[in-house]
């Protein structure tokens, strides 16, 4: 999940007064039944993962060239590389070329997808380089039945593709220039995961460029059920991007139609009429909601709500609301129990066809520097963290309206798959939070983390500081990254699926060559211990 653009002043959009902070699933670098395809099923594009092997590939983009400033840089402006060169690859043979050429020169790699990532994990390669895999965009049905989205894809190359062509869609995240290769690997979500749970759970193979101990690069064919390489697709079901190889191609069986239309609603409460007693009574509001409502079987699972808790300076709090299907017309039902006791608070509603409505809620935004951090809540909010919450957002000594905790509604269907049956083991919470800010200038770094850093510190402080899984919260999510956490970070991302994926690691990147500061590490094995993580 991302958001960007943090005016305070609303904008409205086909009758809908709404503000851009509402993106969801984010990405590290967002009935099911037998696939019937309309018409004849399209064939993959040019470029795709059947291209022979001897298909001449882009030459690569060394510093000399002009587009090397733009392409060393992530969507995050904080991050800035200096790689030997950028290898843009089209086809899955061609990326198999650019990961062995790197390392027979001894060359650190970099994956970048959408360039998305919150942390300086895919653009940050200093001497090394950076693989893109832009040029491999292709959304098609395979002759197996199944939907096929390459590893450069964005999410808007899926949902354009999949609706026009199949009337599909993965339930992924509504920041649609984020791409793919990271948002599904770390388990994407979006406002129709409580309807169809994760983009994940449709997830039936993929084809991932991994490197031997031998130092060969190969592409390996995952697939759901196979002795030799299940775990490596498991480990892809919430693993996270950039830590078992490079994704070329996701499949998927079973995914659902999309809503053809859906109601969405934007609630604002002017900070000028918000006591402290009436933000509490928002916030117990929205979470007692939740808690009722978060079952698989519940009516509103089509309801998918964004609260967005702005600093003070920004004038206003907001709620962003989709509603699909038999949802729809419990909308009002909603409404009222989430705004009961609160002042001033005000609301419009649209109907939207669903892909309006995709495209009305992308949050992209601008490019600005970022910082992030994240928890997922089972309970609704204890009364110490809506203390701490409300101190840091009427907190005199900052100001920026761009800063806000973003308070997502999960669970539903979400919570239907036990902890190990994917990598994502958070299977029972109602609510996931992203801490956010924004700011454009490299010298306001210091007041903007500093700010962040300490307002999440307060709101954890009963479990360390961080979201520790207890009895109320359950760590954090990967996509999310934030590389601020102590070292208990694999427990808060994984829990107990972590020593799992380390034996993935070990199996299929021995050498662990796809690394960064949050990758997994190889679990130790009768060949030694694990490779060294490198900086």
Same mark, same amino acid.
């Given at each position: 999940?991302?958001?960007?653009?943090?005016?305070?002043?609303?904008? @409205?959009?086909?009758?809908?007064?709404?503000?851009?902070?509402?993106?969801?699933?984010?990405?590290?670098?967002?009935?099911?039944?037998?696939?019937?395809?309309?018409? @004849?099923?399209?064939?993959?594009?040019?470029?795709?993962?059947?291209?022979?092997?001897?298909?001449?590939?882009?030459?690569?983009?060394?510093?000399?060239?002009?587009?090397?400033?733009?392409?060393?840089?992530?969507?995050?402006?904080?991050?800035?590389?200096?790689?030997?060169?950028?290898?843009?690859?089209?086809?899955?043979?061609?990326?198999?070329?650019?990961?062995?050429?790197?390392?027979?020169?001894?060359?650190?790699?970099?994956?970048?997808? /959408?360039?998305?990532?919150?942390?300086?994990?895919?653009?940050?390669?200093?001497?090394?380089?950076?693989?893109?895999?832009?040029?491999?965009?292709?959304?098609?049905?395979?002759?197996?039945?199944?939907?096929?989205?390459?590893?450069?894809?964005?999410?808007?190359?899926?949902?354009?593709?999949?609706?026009?062509?199949?009337?599909?869609?993965?339930?992924?995240?509504?920041?649609?220039?984020?791409?793919?290769? /990271?948002?599904?690997?770390?388990?994407?979500?979006?406002?129709?995961?409580?309807?169809?749970?994760?983009?994940?759970?449709?997830?039936?193979?993929?084809?991932?460029?991994?490197?031997?101990?031998?130092?060969?690069?190969?592409?390996?064919?995952?697939?759901?059920?196979?002795?030799?390489?299940?775990?490596?697709?498991?480990?892809?079901?919430?693993?996270?991007?950039?830590?078992?190889?490079?994704?070329?191609?996701?499949?998927?069986?079973?995914?659902?139609?999309?809503? =053809?239309?859906?109601?969405?609603?934007?609630?604002?409460?002017?900070?000028?009429?918000?006591?402290?007693? /009436?933000?509490? @009574?928002?916030?117990?509001?929205?979470?007692?909601?939740?808690?009722?409502?978060?079952?698989?079987?519940?009516?509103?699972?089509?309801?998918?709500?964004?609260?967005?808790?702005?600093?003070?300076?920004?004038?206003?709090?907001?709620?962003?609301?989709?509603?699909?299907?038999?949802?729809?017309?419990?909308?009002?039902?909603?409404?009222?129990?989430?705004?009961?006791?609160?002042?001033?608070?005000?609301?419009?509603?649209?109907?939207?066809?669903?892909?309006?409505?995709?495209?009305?809620?992308?949050?992209?935004?601008?490019?600005?520097?970022?910082?992030?951090?994240?928890?997922?809540?089972?309970?609704?909010?204890?009364?110490?963290?809506?203390?701490?919450?409300?101190?840091?957002?009427?907190?005199?000594?900052?100001?920026?309206?761009?800063?806000?905790?973003?308070?997502?509604?999960?669970?539903?269907?979400?919570?239907?798959?036990?902890?190990?049956?994917?990598?994502?083991?958070?299977?029972?919470?109602?609510?996931?939070?992203?801490?956010?800010?924004?700011?454009?200038?490299? =010298?306001?770094?210091?007041?903007?983390?500093?700010?962040?850093?300490?307002?999440?510190?307060?709101?954890?402080?009963?479990?360390?500081?961080?979201?520790?899984?207890?009895?109320?919260?359950? =760590?954090?999510?990967?996509?999310?990254?934030?590389?601020?956490?102590?070292?208990?970070?694999?427990?808060?991302?994984?829990?107990?699926?972590?020593?799992?994926?380390?034996?993935?690691?070990?199996?299929?990147?021995?050498?662990?060559?796809?690394?960064?500061?949050?990758?997994?590490?190889?679990?130790?094995?009768?060949?030694?211990?694990?490779?060294?993580?490198?900086?």
């Amino acid at each position: 999940m991302k958001t960007r653009d943090g005016r305070p002043g609303p904008e @409205t959009t086909a009758g809908l007064g709404r503000r851009r902070f509402f993106s969801v699933g984010g990405g590290l670098l967002a009935g099911a039944g037998a696939l019937t395809m309309p018409g @004849t099923a399209r064939r993959p594009p040019s470029g795709a993962g059947t291209a022979s092997p001897g298909s001449r590939g882009l030459p690569p983009i060394y510093p000399a060239d002009p587009r090397y400033a733009t392409m060393r840089m992530g969507f995050n402006r904080r991050w800035v590389g200096s790689p030997a060169y950028i290898a843009v690859v089209r086809n899955a043979h061609q990326a198999v070329a650019a990961v062995q050429r790197a390392r027979d020169a001894g060359l650190r790699i970099t994956v970048r997808g /959408g360039g998305h990532c919150y942390e300086n994990f895919s653009a940050g390669n200093h001497g090394g380089v950076i693989i893109d895999m832009s040029g491999m965009q292709g959304v098609y049905a395979d002759p197996g039945g199944r939907v096929c989205v390459e590893g450069g894809a964005t999410l808007w190359n899926a949902y354009e593709t999949l609706f026009k062509d199949y009337n599909l869609t993965l339930p992924g995240g509504s920041c649609y220039s984020v791409g793919v290769g /990271g948002h599904i690997a770390g388990g994407g979500y979006g406002l129709l995961s409580r309807l169809h749970g994760l983009t994940v759970d449709y997830l039936d193979g993929v084809d991932v460029v991994c490197v031997d101990r031998r130092g060969r690069a190969r592409l390996v064919q995952a697939r759901k059920g196979d002795p030799e390489t299940g775990r490596l697709l498991w480990a892809h079901t919430g693993g996270g991007g950039g830590n078992f190889g490079i994704v070329t191609a996701y499949y998927f069986r079973g995914l659902p139609s999309p809503p =053809g239309q859906v109601r969405l609603a934007s609630t604002t409460w002017p900070w000028s009429r918000l006591t402290a007693d /009436g933000f509490a @009574t928002l916030l117990r509001n929205y979470g007692r909601f939740m808690a009722a409502h978060s079952s698989p079987s519940s009516p509103f699972a089509g309801l998918f709500a964004l609260l967005h808790l702005y600093h003070h300076s920004a004038g206003q709090v907001s709620m962003t609301t989709q509603a699909a299907g038999a949802a729809a017309g419990l909308l009002p039902v909603f409404l009222d129990q989430i705004t009961r006791g609160v002042p001033g608070g005000s609301t419009t509603t649209v109907s939207l066809p669903w892909l309006q409505a995709t495209q009305t809620l992308n949050g992209s935004g601008p490019n600005q520097r970022g910082k992030y951090k994240s928890a997922y809540l089972k309970t609704p909010f204890p009364e110490h963290q809506i203390g701490a919450i409300y101190r840091a957002l009427t907190d005199a000594r900052y100001a920026n309206p761009q800063a806000l905790l973003q308070v997502d509604s999960y669970g539903c269907r979400v919570n239907v798959p036990p902890p190990d049956a994917t990598a994502v083991p958070q299977r029972s919470s109602i609510m996931k939070l992203q801490y956010q800010t924004y700011w454009t200038s490299p =010298g306001e770094d210091a007041v903007n983390l500093r700010w962040i850093n300490g307002f999440y510190a307060d709101v954890y402080s009963a479990s360390g500081g961080v979201p520790a899984s207890n009895g109320v919260t359950d =760590g954090c999510y990967v996509n999310y990254p934030d590389v601020d956490l102590p070292a208990s970070w694999p427990a808060l991302y994984y829990k107990g699926n972590y020593p799992a994926l380390q034996e993935v690691k070990a199996r299929w990147d021995p050498r662990n060559v796809f690394n960064h500061q949050q990758s997994i590490t190889p679990a130790a094995s009768e060949h030694g211990a694990p490779v060294p993580r490198r900086p």
